[in-house]
């Protein structure tokens, strides 16, 4: 199981997942903020593609403009975060 997972144009650390939570768009019109808490964050790393150096923040938070799209994320993003737990369990045994 890879440690990577990537969705679209922004890839995430499963082994840097603390927690997932959502906040609600401002004004009641549906959609909402998908909230990725991570273990570390406000760090430099070095991106081998690009070259460059960038900060890594301790949240990454993306929106989206249904409900039903922000489920469907979740579902997705939680689902590859549990293989990846379940393996790395897998290898301490």
């Not at 890879?2 to 997942?17: Q, V």
């Not at 768009?25 to 690009?50: I, Q």
């Not at 150096?53 to 590859?80: C, Q, S, W, Y």
Request: hydrophobic content about 30%.
């Amino acid at each position: 199981m890879g440690r990577i997972f990537i969705n679209g144009d922004e890839a995430f650390d499963l082994g840097n997942i603390k927690s997932i939570d959502t906040t609600p768009f401002s004004g009641g019109f549906g959609g909402c903020y998908v909230n990725t808490h991570l273990l570390t964050g406000n760090e430099y790393v070095f991106n081998p593609d690009r070259e460059t150096t960038e900060l890594i923040n301790p949240k990454i938070t993306k929106g989206f403009g249904e409900d039903r799209h922000a489920m469907f994320f979740i579902k997705t993003l939680v689902g590859e975060w549990e293989k990846y737990l379940e393996s790395k369990e897998s290898q301490k045994e």
